[in-house]
């Protein structure tokens, strides 16, 4: 009897776990600005979420409500859409993505910089989160720009708060901010991923692969590293959404004819190691 109630706690312990992976990951992130005034976001992953508003997982647009006085935390798509050319669609206070968009876009609006934020550092030890980060180098930078804050690289499971300074520029610079009425609303960027998404502008150059031609109208190819050796290949774009995975292929060459003109960033799953390039469509 002892064996059978031990089995079944066992069991059970390894439902729940699996259930954890499979309904993903979500977390309170806390912020306080220089004054106390303080807000939080809920940001995670679930396997149906979208990159829109996702009404069964709780998340509410307040695209319409006035940013609130003292300190308004947000996640938004303001800053891709006026980078782009139109208007934002969604702000919400809380935000869950699919592993396919694995960037947010988090925007602070307070006169009262610096602003500190804390969370469980705990739930990032899986290795499949263990990359994630939080940054003031917009994704279009990864990893050899700078940015007015100067946060390159924040990895959320090795420590469990950083203090956000204002990232907007002077004179006013869009590509880490954006204005609303007459406030200025500095933009950070948090992205989840696995070890090899914060690799840096060193080991980039010191990377075997290659993409020719770069930019590229049509076709770009990968030259330093062997078919066999590549396991999945995804492209993003500036604002983290995955474009195009490939996870078999018989030939070199990756067709980009159906992307829109822009930059794009490219990651390169390899056995032992992934690879981030970056490359232009024209």
């Not at 800053?79 to 947010?104: M, P, S, V």
């Not at 420590?159 to 609303?180: C, E, H």
């Not at 829109?260 to 469509?281: A, D, P, Q, S």
């Amino acid at each position: 009897m002892k064996k059978i109630l031990l089995l079944l706690i066992l069991f059970s312990s390894l439902a729940i776990k699996l259930t954890a992976q499979v309904q993903g990951l979500e977390f309170v992130m806390y912020f306080e600005d220089s004054a106390g005034n303080q807000d939080s976001l809920i940001l995670g992953l679930n396997s149906q979420a979208t990159l829109g508003i996702d009404n069964f997982l709780g998340e509410e647009n307040i695209i319409n409500q006035a940013y609130q006085e003292g300190l308004d935390v947000r996640v938004t798509d303001e800053w891709i859409k006026r980078y782009t050319g139109t208007g934002g669609t969604y702000h919400t206070k809380k935000q869950i993505i699919n592993q396919y968009y694995e960037i947010l876009t988090i925007d602070i609006k307070t006169d009262n910089f610096p602003v500190k934020a804390h969370w469980d550092s705990g739930l990032f030890t899986p290795l499949y989160l263990m990359g994630s980060l939080i940054t003031s180098i917009n994704p279009g930078g990864w990893w050899d720009t700078g940015s007015p804050s100067d946060m390159y690289q924040i990895i959320l499971h090795e420590q469990d708060s950083v203090v956000f300074t204002s990232n907007a520029s002077i004179p006013f610079n869009d590509n880490y901010s954006y204005s609303n009425g007459m406030d200025t609303i500095p933009v950070y960027w948090l992205v989840f991923g696995s070890p090899g998404i914060g690799v840096g502008s060193t080991e980039l150059m010191e990377s075997p692969v290659k993409l020719i031609p770069n930019p590229s109208k049509s076709k770009i190819r990968l030259e330093g590293i062997k078919n066999e050796d590549i396991q999945r290949i995804r492209i993003l774009g500036i604002d983290g959404v995955c474009v195009k995975m490939l996870t078999s292929w018989d030939v070199e060459e990756i067709n980009i004819d159906g992307l829109e003109n822009g930059m794009y960033i490219l990651i390169v799953e390899g056995k032992n190691k992934t690879f981030v390039k970056r490359f232009i469509k024209l």
